[in-house]
């Protein structure tokens, strides 16, 4: 059972971004349980003492506004965000239609404020070409960036996880998105919390891919498979009870290099 942690001080912070209702003209369809995955984000991360703000609907300039204030905010050790949206490769489009492009909020944390500290990117939408009309899922027109462009952007300390492998659809449900809604599961389990990020997020990815299969004429059978990025130089135990497993920051790449600090350590497999 996840038990409420006491907020004290300076906290960890989420921000989550979360785009179901298009503007007029806008030609891009509701997208029905972004609203389920933000209440969950929102109940599941705040139970585990983190700060988390909720941003629904916005434009394309405001989700832009939202990352380059928060890029500059305190916290304590880990800063989380959600951006669940209709997309492609390389953004996610805000309510307006306009590309939101990931680089662009990735290198707002590459700053004097977020340098120490360890980000994590969360992103809920299709990464590839739109299926057939009648199909709810994440996807929308032909805007692209580079990915290796955009995979350059990520700062240091940082792991982006994407909803699916770049080119591919990520499906929205009713009753939330199976990449989110998988997240908060793992996250309300202990033994799943207490680990370091990396491997949590591996756990993640092999239910997703092993667990999900849709349904309907059109997709059934199809799966979806997680993609992780990381740029971390450090274990990071965001979600672990304090004490646990090194804390929420755990030890630098350069006090890895220490020799009071080489340890062997034995292999496992998540």
């Known amino acids: 059972m996840l038990q409420w942690r006491k907020q004290t001080g300076e906290n960890n912070r989420a921000v989550l971004v979360s785009v179901a209702e298009f503007d007029r003209g806008v030609n891009l369809g509701r997208r029905t349980g972004a609203e389920r995955d933000a209440k969950r984000l929102h109940r599941t991360l705040s139970k585990l003492g983190f700060k988390v703000d909720v941003h629904s609907d916005l434009s394309s300039e405001e989700i832009y506004d939202v990352f380059q204030k928060e890029s500059r905010r305190p916290v304590k050790d880990c800063f989380l965000a959600v951006l669940s949206s209709h997309g492609e490769e390389g953004c996610v489009f805000g309510a307006d239609g306009k590309p939101v492009y990931l680089s662009h909020i990735f ?138 497993d090194g804390g929420a920051t755990g030890l630098s790449a350069t006090a890895l290099l220490r020799p009071e600090n080489i340890r062997s350590r034995t292999p496992s497999i998540s």
């Not at 590459?110 to 969360?122: C, G, I, R, V």
């Not at 929205?172 to 949590?200: A, D, I, K, Y």
């Not at 239910?207 to 997680?226: H, N």
Request: hydrophobic share 40%; net charge negative; glycine share 6%.
């Open 107 to 244: 290198r707002y944390f590459d700053n004097e404020y977020m340098d120490t500290k360890a980000k994590l990117f969360l992103v809920q939408a299709c990464r590839g070409d739109s299926l057939d009309d009648g199909v709810e899922v994440d996807s929308a027109g032909d805007t692209a960036e580079c990915s290796f462009s955009q995979h350059l952007s990520v700062p240091v300390d940082a792991a982006v996880m994407y909803a699916t492998a770049p080119g591919y659809a990520a499906f929205m449900h009713p009753l939330g998105s199976v990449f989110l809604q998988t997240f908060c599961t793992l996250l309300e389990e202990e033994e799943n919390r207490n680990l370091e990020l990396t491997r949590l997020l591996t756990r993640v990815s092999h239910s997703v891919a092993y667990t999900f299969q849709a349904k309907g004429r059109v997709l059934a059978g199809k799966k979806e498979m997680p993609c992780l990025v990381t740029r971390l130089t450090r274990e990071v135990f965001p979600f672990a009870v304090p004490g646990k």
